[in-house]
């Protein structure tokens, strides 16, 4: 199984789309990243946890499941790195690669020492740019595919038949 841990304020203030989004409202940028994660994770089928510290969220620790996405908010005195490192710590076995997306240094430099992996902020931006890539041209293609009749109809025919399938005749 492969987990992919998401920094999410450190991911916010990198990517483009999500740096003009934090600039007018905080929550919109949050959404839109859980949005595009929840894209990743429904394409890679990996399991996908984003984490937001308390340093913008008030409050009491809160875990929500939005789409196949995880989302932690932390304790109130908590970091995101504080979190990450536990997740790791938690969830790193043999059978589990975890992955942590993140362009904080010392923060790589930890997870490193506990066996995750680490994608920086710009890695993961490409990799979610060719994954819409590739999602649009498969719907490109599947588009382009039209199903074939199994018997060979002059078009004038077709249109006929197809007139009558929507009730325009």
């Given at each position: ?15 483009d ?12 940028a949050?959404?839109?990243l ?16 984003i ?62 020492g ?56």
């Amino acid at each position: 199984m492969v987990v992919l841990v998401v920094d999410g304020y450190n991911i916010i203030g990198d990517w483009d789309e999500l740096k003009q989004l934090k600039q007018k409202d905080i929550g919109q940028a949050r959404d839109r990243l859980i949005e595009m994660m929840a894209e990743y994770q429904a394409y890679s089928g990996y399991r996908v946890i984003i984490v937001f510290d308390a340093y913008y969220v008030r409050g009491i620790e809160n875990k929500l499941k939005q789409y196949k996405v995880e989302v932690i908010y932390t304790k109130e005195k908590e970091t995101a790195d504080e979190c990450i490192e536990r997740l790791v710590k938690k969830l790193k076995n043999v059978k589990t690669q975890v992955y942590v997306a993140t362009s904080d240094y010392a923060e790589q430099r930890i997870i490193f020492g506990q066996g995750a992996l680490r994608k920086s902020a710009r890695e993961l931006e490409i990799e979610f740019e060719n994954l819409e890539r590739e999602i649009k041209h498969s719907v490109t293609q599947h588009l382009k595919a039209k199903p074939k009749s199994k018997i060979p109809l002059e078009k004038d025919v077709l249109e006929k038949f197809e007139k009558w399938r929507r009730g325009d005749i």
